[in-house]
């Protein structure tokens, strides 16, 4: 079992940053690959990014190329979300997942956090 808590969200005006952080607990966190989710009101919840669990492959929704980074600290078991240049459309919740395969962490995570909402103004 994995238990994941989010933090980080908040309100932000476009063109701001904020730093999500998903601090894991349970079994071996390092085995796992991480992501990270979205949903906004009335859409489907996204892959915004996901990272391997030695680190060595990140992968990145087109809509959030160049502006986001995934990283992961495996000392402190946590995962964050850098986020840059942030838009109104990047307004929603932002989950934290895990996967036991980086395949599965972007398609079926095993373990989901309870989200943070972030809210970007214009």
């Known amino acids: 079992q994995v238990q994941l808590v989010e933090s980080g969200g908040g309100l932000v005006q476009a063109g701001g940053s904020l730093r999500l952080s998903c601090a894991a607990s349970?079994?071996?966190?390092?085995?796992?690959?991480m992501g990270w989710f979205r949903q906004a009101p009335g859409k489907e919840r996204e892959v915004v990014a996901a990272?391997?669990?030695?680190?060595?492959?990140?992968y990145y929704a087109d809509s959030v190329k160049g502006r986001f980074t995934i990283s992961r600290d495996h000392a402190k078991n946590t995962v964050y979300l850098q986020m840059n240049s942030l838009k109104p459309e990047d307004t929603a919740v932002y989950y934290c997942a895990a996967g036991r395969t980086y395949y599965v962490v972007r398609n079926d995570p095993d373990y989901w956090g309870q989200g943070t909402q972030v809210t970007v103004s214009s």
């Open positions: 349970g079994r071996t966190f390092s085995s796992y690959a």
């Open positions: 990272i391997m669990w030695s680190g060595g492959s990140t």
